[in-house]
């Protein structure tokens, strides 16, 4: 029985060319689609949206951004005091929570960009962020 096959159906060779036709027009969006996920995951947001940063406070400090609760973190995207310190925002305010939303959001952006989303464990995962 070896080297035996059936005949090929019609029905048989439609599959298979739609088939082939599928994998063909869908290869270069597999591509693509795992380069960009080899460097971002998809759904992490721009930071340069307002947005963006919002949603992340509201996460944070409920979206207060003069927020100073007494654990450490301050401001409404929960800054420690090294890191305004480190990132330049004493040019603005002695705490984070001094400072004004956009100058918070300033400083965020040059943290995010040195750190990624992981400056923010909690809220970043809880979001779909990494």
């Known amino acids: 029985m070896a080297g035996r096959h059936r005949k090929p159906t019609e029905t048989g060779r439609k599959v298979a060319r739609i088939s082939a036709f599928a994998a063909m027009a869908a290869a270069p969006l597999g591509v ?3 380069a960009s996920a080899a460097e971002s995951t998809s759904s992490a ?3 340069e949206r307002s947005a963006t940063w919002e949603k992340l406070a509201h996460c944070e ?3 207060n951004w003069d927020a100073d609760t007494g654990n450490g ?3 409404g995207l929960q800054f420690t005091p090294s890191t305004w310190k480190e ?5 603005y305010a002695p705490s ?3 400072a ?10 040059k943290v995010q960009d040195e750190q990624g989303w992981k400056a923010w464990p909690a809220c ?3 979001l779909g962020w990494r």
């Open 32 to 34: 693509a689609g795992t």
């Open 45 to 47: 947001p721009s930071v």
């Open 61 to 63: 400090s409920t979206g």
């Open 73 to 75: 973190f301050k401001g």
């Open 87 to 91: 990132f330049g925002g004493r040019q």
């Open 96 to 98: 984070a929570e001094q």
């Open 100 to 109: 004004t939303k956009a100058q918070q959001i300033e400083i965020a952006k």
């Open 124 to 126: 970043t995962k809880k």
